[in-house]
């Protein structure tokens, strides 16, 4: 007899393994140091000394050692230099997307859905008649034999055009992508880290993107001064610059990367703290950090306006909470009809999500 068998909850039984604790620690240090291993080694001891996060069975040197074996970490030989694989860097953008994006539903994989037929990959269960032009692909064998053998008999067995049903396929939508993450000064200034969650909801999008779309195209863009590609495997080493914040550049480079993608679909995401202060005019800079300078945010709102035109929406992750910065978050997106997401410091994970095109406004967990 089939039925369930109840037994008494242990907790020990779905805790993590002392290694998978101490990793989970470890790839949430480095990208707090920007892929320093030695410096988020010399933090992981010292959490170690203070809360005893291993013990004699199990000490930090069987976490390095364990590290190696299942390949999060290399050893130069020659030098005892370590350095960060693949593996890991992946891990830490797994970690950043269960973190940040933990609570989203899981969806078939690969494509935007839409409400359209087409020539797409999943089949419809809709049946409409043949028409000129339709491929031998579409058509329903089982319906087209059933309606000849209705129309003609099974004696005398024909098939007729009137008799062909075509079963579409739901067509699916690509969609290119561009990231835009700022690295200006500004992201550390006062004291205030904001580029390590800048990193985070990063490569939270980028996992997410690259995981859950493939088939989509995803292209990373950083700006301080100027603005310049990065490929996915760099975020983790992101570190902010002695810049101030071009936005503009990072908007025309990303407006020039939209243009050489052949999808129909396009969208920028842009990771900043909301200042924009310098513009590069000819081969000099004009740069104003006090303040929102009015010559440096109407280009900004320009552009928005352009990436509306080209039916780009923008959607800003907004990783500050003074409010003059998020009122000029606020018009920009209004200008672009986009999103915007203005993330708490203190609180990750949580957003305060607003859509301009439509007037929604939530908050997200």
Request: aromatic share 10%; hydrophobic share 35%.
């Amino acid at each position: 007899m089939t039925g369930h068998f109840f037994s008494k909850y242990d907790p020990s039984e779905n805790s993590k393994s002392k290694f998978e604790q101490l990793l989970d620690l470890f790839t949430q240090l480095l990208t707090y140091t920007s892929g320093d291993i030695t410096e988020a080694m010399d933090w992981l001891n010292q959490l170690d000394r203070k809360f005893q996060l291993t013990n004699d069975e199990y000490g930090m040197g069987d976490f390095i050692e364990e590290l190696k074996e299942k390949g999060y970490l290399e050893e130069n030989q020659i030098t005892g230099q370590f350095n960060i694989t693949s593996k890991t860097e992946q891990t830490i953008r797994k970690q950043s997307l269960e973190e940040i994006f933990g609570k989203l539903k899981k969806t078939k994989q690969g494509n935007h859905q839409t409400f359209k037929p087409g020539m797409g990959d999943e089949i419809n269960p809709e049946t409409r008649p043949f028409q000129f032009g339709d491929t031998l692909e579409q058509i329903d064998f089982t319906s087209s034999i059933r309606n000849a053998q209705i129309n003609h008999g099974i004696d005398s067995f024909q098939m007729r055009e009137d008799d062909l049903e075509i079963r579409e396929t739901d067509f699916k939508t690509q969609t290119s992508t561009v990231l835009m993450i700022d690295i200006s000064h500004s992201m550390i200034l006062y004291g205030e880290d904001r580029i390590t969650p800048a990193k985070k909801v990063a490569m939270a999008l980028s996992e997410l993107i690259t995981t859950r779309y493939p088939k989509d195209t995803l292209d990373i863009v950083v700006f301080g001064n100027d603005a310049w590609q990065i490929e996915i495997k760099d975020l983790p080493y992101l570190q902010v610059g002695p810049y101030h914040t071009n936005t503009v550049s990072g908007l025309e480079l990303a407006m020039e990367i939209l243009r050489r993608r052949k999808n129909p679909n396009k969208q920028i995401f842009m990771i900043t703290d909301g200042k924009p202060t310098c513009l590069k005019i000819g081969k000099k800079y004009y740069k104003n950090s006090f303040g929102l300078d009015r010559k440096v945010v109407n280009r900004c709102i320009n552009l928005a306006a352009q990436c509306k035109k080209l039916k780009i929406p923008i959607t800003t992750f907004m990783i500050a909470t003074d409010p003059y910065l998020q009122k000029f978050v606020q018009e920009f997106t209004e200008t672009n009809h986009g999103k915007a997401f203005f993330a708490s410091l203190d609180k990750l994970g949580a957003f305060i999500f607003k859509d301009f095109e439509s007037g929604k406004r939530k908050t997200v967990y």
